[in-house]
């Protein structure tokens, strides 16, 4: 039943190029949304994987970025805030797109792809392309620490994360005069606040007229974002063996942000965002802190003092995990991503466990499958009952669960 739905989510939110991460609420292309749905759908159909892939990589920007979102001209401007005029600008191939990235996921998702069918033609293709996507995030986002900001939340992808709230606090909300349209789909409840809303349109119009370039008042080393970031190295070390090019700089780079990530994220017990405009780390509860289990040069000791934190603060055992500790000051379960359990966190430390501690994947898998047999394929779970929250066919949780169950 969850298989037969699942396939029915994909199908049905496949715009012909790409998939939609829900049809109402988010009706264009989104960068991880992408990734995540090709790892879906390499298990039912690997060319519409690779042809996913493709299409979000042919709106790359010249210098390399990977927009967070590209708009599709059939849909009214009107159907989505912040839609193309906001953000006013194009791809070289002409397609409207936004002008900030988000964790970049998709070497991960080609990998995955390529697993279910090897097809070197796609790798040389797309390879380049990868590449680019990292040598943005370097020349335009490294600090000298080695490792990547976001200047964005969007950009994080757990967009009102309370982990957000003190580097928030010091954006001058002056972003007003816009009309919300998320809010005619989803209750306000378990979407981010006006206030919220104010700042986050105040930082993207203060970027935009930077002509994209200029970090403003948020500035940000991600774990989520960093650990993608190296993963991503790792895996382009992978996919230049089997096309015949050098692997050693990305063996080295990823093995650099790696440790980078541990001398200056982790608390010793949780990776922590570090707030590049105050220099401080930002004290908080995100599961994002235990996604660099994800990452295969992570040492031992620091792996096994995550696992901890997961089993202690965010009840590993007992099924889904929480995008934020519960015991936390800021946590709410069903407000998007300040607790809910969403599939594709829960998919990646899931994807961090299965090697390392099988015993502890195991359950978390079958949490995610109880999640969607309990509510359907939700956009977000509360993390107690599995009461489905936000949008409804959301193509991710579709897309991870087939993986799941492959
Ligand atoms: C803003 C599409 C996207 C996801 C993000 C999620 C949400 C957008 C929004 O939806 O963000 O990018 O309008 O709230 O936070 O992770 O990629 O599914």
Known sequence: MILRDAVRVLVNNWDGGYTVPSRRLYP???????????IGNARLSPRRARTELLSLFGAQWRDGRVPHIVFNPKVAEAAYFPGPRFWGVH??????????VQPPVHALAVWKTYQAEPDVAFLRR???????????????????????????????????????????RAVEPGGTGFVRKDLDTVSSAERPTDRDYERYVTLALAYRDSGYQRHGQFQVE???????????????????????????????EAEATTEAMVDHLFDGALFQPRDVRTGRLISSASAAGLTPLLLPE????????????????????????????????????????????????DWLVWQG????????????????????????????FDPFTLSGHGSRDFSWSAALVLDVVA
């Open 28 to 38: 264009h292309q989104w960068s991880w949304d992408s990734a995540f749905i090709a």
């Open 91 to 100: 791809a070289p191939s002409g397609s409207a797109t936004s002008g900030i």
């Open 126 to 168: 797309i390879h380049p392309r990868l590449v680019a996507q990292q040598e943005f995030l370097r020349a335009a986002r490294r600090s000298a620490k080695g490792l990547i900001s976001i200047v964005h939340p969007w950009e994080s992808g757990m967009d009102n994360s309370p982990a957000w709230d003190e580097p928030l």
């Open 222 to 252: 991600d774990p989520l974002f960093n650990a993608a970031y190296a993963l991503a190295e790792h895996i382009l070390a992978l996919i230049a063996r089997e096309i015949g090019l050098d692997p050693g700089p990305h063996e080295r």
């Open 298 to 345: 992570l040492p031992g000791k620091v792996a096994d003092a995550l696992i901890d934190t997961a089993l202690d603060r965010f009840a590993l055992k007992d099924g889904v995990l929480p995008s934020y500790a519960p015991s936390a000051p800021g946590f709410d379960a069903a407000r998007y991503w300040r607790g809910p359990s969403w599939i594709n966190l």
């Open 353 to 380: 466990l299965k090697d390392r501690r099988p015993e502890l994947a195991g359950p978390l898998a079958n949490g995610m499958l109880c999640a969607a047999a309990r509510s359907g394929l939700r956009e977000y």
